[in-house]
């Protein structure tokens, strides 16, 4: 048993590691501003979509 | 410096700006890293059209966009803005943003001051008495 739970973590570990990795690398557009601040527009929010659209075919 | 000289700096430094552009305040291209004229001014109209949709965008309460970056899984598109000029870049996935945008404002401050208006001359009309 104690094995058999080993085997799990070791197989859904790194699993899971690479899973929240590549939640983080979402597309999304970062806006700053003269006074200091930033806005953040994650992907699928509709002020975001326009400006990652464009971006998208700048880098194609 | 010129700005071809500006850009040629910002790639000697940057190992992670990949195609860059100036713009002037105009929108013209001044500058470009790619030979690719099509490419260029492909570059230069997202960072125009980029800089649009998020100056039209609501909620900015005022303030004056600097700088963007739109982070994709392919790569990102930076774009920052001086005293009317632009300069936009692309570099690979996750790129180290501050350091990119340290950079593209090092460049634009470097680049030439634009050469200001000719002043007009006063024109004195002749006295009919003279």
Same mark, same amino acid.
């Given at each position: 048993m104690r094995r058999l739970l080993a085997l799990l973590l070791f197989v859904a570990g790194p699993l899971l590691y690479l899973a929240r990795r590549r939640a983080g690398r979402r597309d999304r557009v970062h806006l700053y501003y003269d006074d200091g601040s930033m806005v953040t527009l994650e992907h699928g929010a509709p002020e975001a979509e326009p400006l990652l659209a464009i971006a998208r075919a700048a880098l194609s | 410096m010129d700005a071809a000289g500006a850009l040629s700096d910002l790639t000697e430094i940057s190992s992670q700006v990949e195609a860059a552009v100036v713009l002037d305040a105009a929108g013209a291209?001044?500058?470009? @890293?790619?030979?690719d004229a099509e490419r260029t001014a492909r570059l230069a109209r997202a960072a125009l059209e980029l800089l649009d949709a998020a100056d039209k965008?609501?909620? @900015?309460?005022?303030r004056a966009l600097t700088q963007l970056e739109a982070a994709l899984r392919e790569g990102s598109v930076f774009v920052a803005r001086r005293d009317g000029r632009s300069i936009v870049a692309t570099t690979s996935a996750e790129p180290t943003s501050g350091l990119v945008f340290y950079d593209l404002k090092a460049c634009l401050r470097s680049l030439p001051e634009t050469p200001a208006k000719p002043k007009r001359r006063r024109t004195t009309k002749a006295r009919a008495d003279a």
């Open positions: - | 291209v001044v500058a470009s @890293t790619l030979d965008r609501g909620q @900015t309460g005022g």
